[in-house]
C-alpha cells in the first residue's frame, strides 16, 4: 500500500494519497488546498483516483474537492449526516455525487470508513484505514 501525507492550504490540514501499489487505484483524503501539489504527487506515482474522500464536511478539508474532481473524475464520498454542513456552502453541496454512509466501504483501495468513538474535529468525522 502507498501512503503519502501532504500538509495542504493555510489551515495547514492533513491529505493522504493512499493507494493499491498494484492496481494503482487511489483516495485523496481531506484535499483542503494546494490542489497542484496534490495532483502532481498523483502524477509522479502514475495513480488513478477513484476517490476524493472528505473525513468531514469543515471548509479546510473540502475546499480542494472541485479541482481535484475536474483533474481526475473521481467520486467525491462523505459522511451523510455532514450534508447538511456542507449545504451552507451551496457549491460544495453541488460536487457531492455520492453521499454514503460510514458503513460502506471503499473496497477497490481497501480502505474502511467506519467511525471509533473518539473525539474529532466534528461528530460525523470518518476514521479511513482504522
Known sequence: MFIKQMTVGMMGVCCYIVACEQTKEAVIIDPGGNEEDILAACQEENLKVKYIVNTHGHPDHVCGNKLLKDAT???????????????????????????????????????????????????????PGC
Open 73 to 127: 473524475g473521481a467520486d467525491i464520498v462523505m459522511h451523510t449526516a455532514d450534508a447538511g454542513n456542507v449545504a451552507n456552502f451551496p457549491l460544495l453541496f453541488r460536487l457531492l455525487e455520492r453521499l454514503q454512509d460510514v458503513r460502506h466501504k471503499i473496497s477497490p483501495v481497501g480502505i474502511n470508513r467506519s467511525r471509533h468513538g473518539r473525539p474529532a474535529a466534528a461528530p460525523t468525522a470518518v476514521c
